[in-house]
């Protein structure tokens, strides 16, 4: 039987501006909510797609840290953007972001809008190594 842990009461996760979980943790797969590129003020950065996928990743590393995991640990993404035409600047931030770490499998879709302003949300899912 799969046991579900909603770490959400962990103060060292980015909590939601909205009614749902930021990490749901289901046997050794840690399921995070969409992230973007807002500060811990709950304000976007500035300085365009590269700098708010910076900072979404960042986000999404500190969430799977207070879960026990990290980067290396992501085996699949969901990324949304508002402008397509921002994909190569999305790409080479991503890039430079994981360095010598394993890139999840990915897909990478464009939306009319996202929440928040944001013109990007990254929704993924890792896996923690079995005991």
Excluded: H
């Excluded at 909603?6 to 749901?24: F, M, V």
């Amino acid at each position: 039987m799969t046991t579900t842990e909603n770490p959400a009461s962990k103060p060292e996760l980015i909590q939601p501006r909205g009614p749902y979980s930021s990490a749901i943790q289901s046997g050794n797969i840690i399921y995070l909510s969409g992230q973007g590129g807002l500060d811990s003020t709950g304000q976007m950065v500035a300085g365009g797609i590269t700098a708010e996928t910076k900072q979404t990743l960042a986000n999404i590393e500190a969430n799977l840290k207070a879960c026990g995991a990290g980067l290396g640990n992501l085996v699949n993404a969901t990324c949304f953007l508002t402008d397509i035409g921002d994909l190569e600047a999305f790409n080479s931030a991503w890039r430079d972001y994981f360095g010598e770490v394993r890139s999840p499998a990915r897909t990478t879709v464009a939306v009319a809008s996202l929440p928040f302003g944001l013109n990007l949300e990254i929704s993924c899912q890792a896996a923690l190594e079995q005991p």
